[in-house]
C-alpha cells in the first residue's frame, strides 16, 4: 500500500489517507476523529453525522487521542532527559 491510497468513510466525500491511519500511537477511531477534526476543520457534530455516532461520543474519543498525544509528548521529553543524564554520568 502506498501512501497516497485513502479510505472512503461511510457515502461522505471526505476521506483519510492511509498513511494517517499507520500512526498506532492511537486506536484509529480515535485517528480518524482527530484527523477530521483538525485537518479537515469539521465539528464534532459533522464527524458524529459521517460516523453515525453520537456527539459526544465523538467529543470524548477526540479528547481522549489529545490526552494520549499529550502523554507520548511527556514521556519523550522524559526519556530524552533520562537518556541525557545517562550519557553525562558517562
Keep these: 500500500m502506498g501512501n497516497s491510497e485513502e479510505i472512503a468513510l461511510d457515502s461522505s466525500n471526505y476521506f483519510i489517507p492511509v498513511s494517517v491511519l499507520c500512526d498506532r500511537k492511537l ?3 480515535e485517528t480518524m476523529v482527530e484527523y477530521l477534526k ?12 459521517i460516523t ?3 456527539d459526544r461520543t ?3 474519543v477526540y479528547n481522549r487521542a ?3 498525544r499529550q502523554s507520548n509528548i511527556n514521556n519523550s521529553k522524559n526519556n530524552s532527559s533520562d537518556l541525557r543524564k545517562e550519557v ?3
Excluded: P, V
Design 58 to 60: 465523538i467529543w470524548t
Design 52 to 54: 453515525n455516532r453520537d
Design 27 to 29: 486506536a484509529l477511531f
Design 38 to 49: 483538525d485537518m479537515k476543520g469539521l465539528t464534532y457534530h459533522e464527524i458524529a453525522k
Design 66 to 68: 489529545k490526552k494520549k
Design 88 to 90: 553525562a554520568k558517562k
